[in-house]
């Protein structure tokens, strides 16, 4: 998970709070429990496994010295409004001034966030973090004048400006991305109805999201053991992977009875979602929902079509995965509670965090020896909070690019194999990051979320080949396929049905047609019967999902876990088949930030999204995973 980090670059004004895990349905913002139980304190932990945080401030005191210079400064905006189009020299001032206060605000929110997760019930820290945010709304609202005026500006006059003045001339990039918007940029009255509107459009989402993490009430069920639980999102994940069939099915089908019985209420908000997104888009004039979304990073179309047109051309080796868990599994019939639990619940080791460092070093040799050294450089100089303490947030993340100081990743280390590629995963995009807040100035020292998944799951790609190959024992060897084909289904197979469904919902929305809950479930159950192949009892509860899933709120966010995923199996595979040259375009595209469009960048490091061949690699990859799972169990 790519940490949230505050910005205001490209002169858009925009906060990102909330980022979004892999998996649909669960929560990157679970914190740690403030009771501990018998959690260490913080001061038990040995220091190699804290974050120094010195390296962003030496004391709070320097953070207060920072912060009030911000707060001090923030008015001088109003000696640019204006006057943006006067001179190349105005200009200049402008965007300097915007970035000087953009990096120390950058500074001071990564401080105020990682020290308050480090400890959730510390006053101190939650109360600094408070001021950080309030502060830096105050400065977008002094600065939200900075985009509309440059885009009044005409356009030949600005680029004689960057022609004119030197300094201008790193910004063409941000200037070319800034009037690409200019046609669906509205007048300054019409903005400012727009901002009105926006916590209305919130409603859907924000009743969703109350409903489900708040007011729903899950029935009580027995669990394995007998014992009565009642039903949570946690619990229903964990029951799913239980060797118990009786109780999969006890807790799959009490986690969708709230859903089913809230059926049009969850119906309702669903559609008035999907109207929101068609008044933003309409009032911009786009000519669809879906090109509103993808416009945001400059993505095609195409590439989206390209995705959902060839996975569902090749369905084959999810029906064929069904069918062989089915087999293996022993079962006359295979429904969705069936399709988490492990076929081979035999194989348990243990990994510590110190030998999972030396598994990297070595499952990521491919990635040369500059990649390994700055791999040595976050392990040695505690760029990484390690173990799990009482009052810290919970899950794990990576905390992004702050320029002029390194990246931080965040783990809550329990010695399990999903431990271990989550570490790789973090360090992924934390290479992502270092490597581009070393390469990048400021402007374009952060990178699309389009492509934020694909260092993180290039190094889950290199790392499960690596421990394929050197398993020791032949269930180990089949409990590691297993898990691949696991990662396919879920972050490849299942977010692409999400963004096909998506997709249909607002192409069905946006002309005129009724999206009733029975036309909903109708639709889901149909594609999920599609994907899962015969082999599949589609229940009635599984064509409930749509009325659970929050990233169908998202506005089209979800494609981009099946893209990024492609992407880094393809990149993955060069790496290993072409050595330097395809480690040099990697480290090339972890170098780029956003100096130019995600789609560019990927296409510089050999993967084209637009190819149906990237796609289809990871489908012949399913295929031939499947091979070597059916041949060992033969043996």
């Known amino acids: 998970m790519q940490h949230a980090k505050l910005s205001i670059k490209k002169l858009v004004r925009v906060v990102l709070i909330v980022t979004f895990s892999l998996f649909a349905g669960s929560s990157n913002f679970l914190f740690a429990q403030d009771g501990g139980g018998d959690l260490p304190t913080r001061d038990k932990i040995a220091e190699e496994y804290k974050w120094n945080l010195t390296d962003v401030y030496k004391t709070d005191e320097t953070w207060e010295t920072d912060f009030n210079w911000v707060k001090e400064n923030a008015s001088k905006y ?371 979320i389009f492509v934020a998944e694909v260092a993180s799951t290039t190094n889950e790609a290199l790392l499960l080949d690596y421990m394929i190959e050197n398993a020791k024992t032949k269930e180990e060897k089949l409990a590691l396929i297993e898990k691949e084909l696991n990662n396919i289904t879920t972050t490849f197979y299942r977010q692409t049905r999400f963004a096909a469904f998506e997709q249909w919902a607002h192409e069905t929305s946006e002309k005129g047609e009724a999206l009733t809950p029975e036309k909903l479930s109708e639709k889901y159950g149909e594609m999920y019967q599609a994907y899962w192949g015969p082999d599949m009892i589609l229940d009635k509860e599984e064509t409930y999902t749509w009325a659970r899933i929050p990233h169908f709120y998202y506005n089209f966010y979800v494609y981009q876990y099946a893209t990024s995923f492609a992407a880094s199996q393809a990149l993955a595979a060069k790496i290993k088949a072409e050595g330097q040259p395809a480690i040099d375009k990697y480290l090339d595209f972890l170098k780029a930030g956003s100096s130019e469009y995600p789609i560019d960048v990927l296409k510089k490091a050999g993967v084209d999204m637009n190819s149906p061949e990237v796609i289809l690699a990871v489908v012949k990859k399913m295929n031939s995973l499947l091979d070597q799972l059916e041949k060992l169990l033969a043996e």
Not at 395 to 403: D, I, K, L, Q
């Open 78 to 448: 109003s000696q640019f409004e204006g006057k943006l189009g006067n001179s190349a020299a105005d200009l200049l001032a402008c965007i300097k001034f915007d970035e000087e206060l953009s990096m120390k605000i950058d500074r001071l929110f990564l401080y105020a966030s990682l020290s308050r997760d480090l400890d959730l019930t510390h006053e101190g820290n939650q109360g600094r973090y408070d001021r950080i945010m309030s502060l830096y709304s105050n400065v977008a609202a002094l600065s939200s004048f900075v985009r509309p005026e440059i885009l009044k500006m005409d356009e030949e006059k600005l680029w004689s400006f960057v022609k004119e003045e030197e300094g201008l001339k790193i910004y063409e990039h941000m200037f070319d991305d800034l009037l690409r918007t200019r046609e669906h940029t509205l007048t300054k009255d019409m903005e400012e109805l727009m901002a009105l509107s926006a916590p209305l459009q919130q409603v859907p989402y924000n009743v969703f999201s109350l409903y489900k993490n708040a007011d729903i009430q899950f029935p009580t069920v027995k669990d394995d053991k007998g014992n009565e639980i009642k039903i949570s999102d946690g619990r229903y994940y964990a029951a799913l992977y239980s060797t118990d069939r009786d109780f999969r099915e006890r807790a799959y089908k009490a986690y969708y009875k709230p859903f089913e019985e809230y059926k049009n209420m969850l119906g309702a908000m669903f559609n008035g979602n999907l109207k929101a997104i068609s008044f933003n888009a309409k009032a911009r004039k786009y000519e669809s929902n879906r090109a509103a979304a993808l416009d945001a990073n400059n993505i095609p179309l195409s590439v989206y079509d390209n995705l959902v047109n060839t996975v569902n051309e090749n369905l084959q080796p999810l029906n064929r995965w069904c069918s062989v868990k089915k087999r293996v599994l022993g079962l006359e019939d295979f429904h969705a509670y069936d399709t988490y639990v492990t076929l081979f619940p035999s194989v348990k080791k243990d990994y510590t965090y110190d030998e999972s460092k030396e598994i990297l070093l070595e499952a990521l040799k491919p990635l040369g020896e500059d990649y390994l050294n700055s791999l040595k450089l976050a392990f040695d100089n505690r760029w990484i909070d390690v173990y799990e303490t009482k009052g810290k947030r919970s899950g794990a993340y990576s905390s992004g690019t702050t320029f002029g100081v390194h990246p931080y990743v965040l783990l809550n280390w329990n010695d399990q194999l999903n431990d271990l590629f989550t570490f790789a995963h973090e360090m992924g995009h934390n290479m992502h990051s270092h490597y581009t807040g070393l390469n990048q100035p400021y402007p374009y020292a952060d990178y699309s």
